[in-house]
């Protein structure tokens, strides 16, 4: 048994009860509704029934985990017995990861006796949850936790994030695109295709004409640079029939089974809107 305990932040995206099996305890992040100043966190809700929602015109107003948050969290992991070691999301969408480090450093003088380590996964959606599952599988085959996070900090950018989204009005309420171009995409049927950089953020590499394109795209990415064996994760804002479609493609042309499907959480997509879709692999360069 590790002696050391896994945790991380919900916008890895994976469900409580799979990360619970896991044994990896979860730090719920938080959101606003505007409209009704109701605040609430990951999970509170069916995601469905978010997404709907936002498709009704409700905005979502998201934020960081402060400082009590990780303190709660970070001091009871320590006063069980137990070291740590957090999987942060990443530090070029979020201040969670800079402002869990913090904490850390101010526990670690307070505990001298325990061992806590961050690593900055550069990661976001289920790509932040394949750090979660690459650091499960690497504690479960007995790595100490500084083996553990050394191997999460040298494979990160190999974790491969493709994203395409369904309205580009998110994008620009977020300042990802002017509001010239959100327009002439919508009018024009333009789906971009994005991806998580070397530093964490969001950037769009290419846009193409019609959701199916972006799709075949996504697929495209992975046949040239995923790693032989690699999981495959795919994340999605309530679009199930273009997951399957992602699936059938991965499938039958590149003969690639995916091993988990889930959504993406309010705290992306709140950000990235209804019919966001993104593919997570490993691979040989972001």
């Not at 409580?16 to 505007?34: G, N, S, T």
């Not at 325990?114 to 599952?133: F, N, P, Q």
């Amino acid at each position: 048994m590790a002696d050391y305990q896994l945790i991380t932040d919900s916008a890895c995206d994976l469900v409580p009860e799979l990360l619970e099996k896991w044994d990896v305890q979860l730090l719920r992040m938080p959101h606003l509704f505007p409209d009704t100043g109701e605040q609430a966190l990951d999970h509170d809700q069916p995601m469905h029934e978010f997404y709907e929602q936002m498709r009704g015109g409700r905005l979502v107003k998201t934020s960081a985990l402060n400082v009590a948050a990780y303190t709660a969290a970070f001091t009871a992991i320590l006063e069980s017995g137990k070291d740590l070691l957090y999987l942060a999301f990443s530090s070029g969408l979020s201040a969670t990861c800079a402002t869990g480090k913090s904490v850390a450093e101010d526990l670690a003088r307070k505990y001298p006796e325990r061992k806590i380590r961050v690593v900055d996964t550069l990661c976001a959606s289920a790509g932040e949850g394949m750090a979660v599952y690459l650091a499960r599988e690497n504690r479960d085959r007995g790595m100490s936790l500084d083996e553990n996070a050394d191997a999460l900090e040298a494979d990160k950018l190999h974790l491969c994030h493709w994203f395409t989204v369904d309205d580009l009005k998110y994008l620009k309420r977020g300042g990802r695109i002017s509001a010239t171009t959100a327009l002439l995409g919508t009018a024009l049927n333009v789906k971009p295709v994005l991806h998580v950089d070397n530093e964490g953020h969001l950037i769009k590499v290419t846009q193409v004409h019609g959701r199916k394109k972006a799709i075949r795209k996504m697929a495209e990415m992975l046949g040239e640079t995923m790693y032989e064996g690699s999981p495959v994760f795919i994340s999605h804002g309530d679009c199930m029939e273009d997951v399957q479609l992602l699936q059938k493609i991965l499938k039958e042309e590149y003969h690639v089974e995916v091993q988990i499907v889930t959504y993406v959480g309010a705290l992306i997509g709140a950000h990235s809107g209804p019919g966001t879709l993104a593919l997570f692999f490993r691979g040989k360069e972001r």
